[in-house]
C-alpha cells in the first residue's frame, strides 16, 4: 500500500481571512501553518485535524491553476492529498496504472514537502496531490 493516509483536503475560497474565521468560529480550528506557494500562485492555511489537515487555498495571481478553478467551478472542494512515504514511486505506481500526471516528477511543495499532482481525468474526476514529508 503506497498511500500511508490522507494528508489534506484542499478547499478553494474567494477570501482566506473570511474562510478561516469561519472554521475557527464554527469548529474552534486554529491555523497550523500558513504560506504563500509562489510556484502555484496560493496562499494557504492549513487547519490541523488529527494526523491531517483543512487545507484553504485562495490564488495569489489570476492565471494560477486555483484561480481558473475558482472562476470555473466556484469554491469548493479542490484536491485531496494523499501522504505517501515515496512520492516518486507513488508516482510511477499511478502512472503505470494509468494516471495522467500533470507533473513529470516530484517537486517542491509547502511544510517543506514533496508533491506531485494527478490530473482528475485518470483518477474518476479527483485531482490528487501526493504528498512526501
Known sequence: MLLT???HIAIAVKDLEA????YQK????T???REVVESDG???ALLKVAESYI????PTRPDSPVAKSLEKRGEGLHHIGYRVNNCAEALAAMIAAGATPLDKAPRPGSRGTTVAFIHPKGSF???IELVQE
Open 31 to 33: 491555523v497550523d501553518h
Open 55 to 58: 487545507q484553504l487555498l485562495t
Open 125 to 127: 474526476g479527483t485531482l
Open 42 to 44: 496560493v496562499e494557504e
Open 26 to 29: 464554527a469548529f474552534g480550528a
Open 19 to 22: 474562510a478561516i474565521a469561519y
Open 5 to 7: 493516509e490522507i494528508d
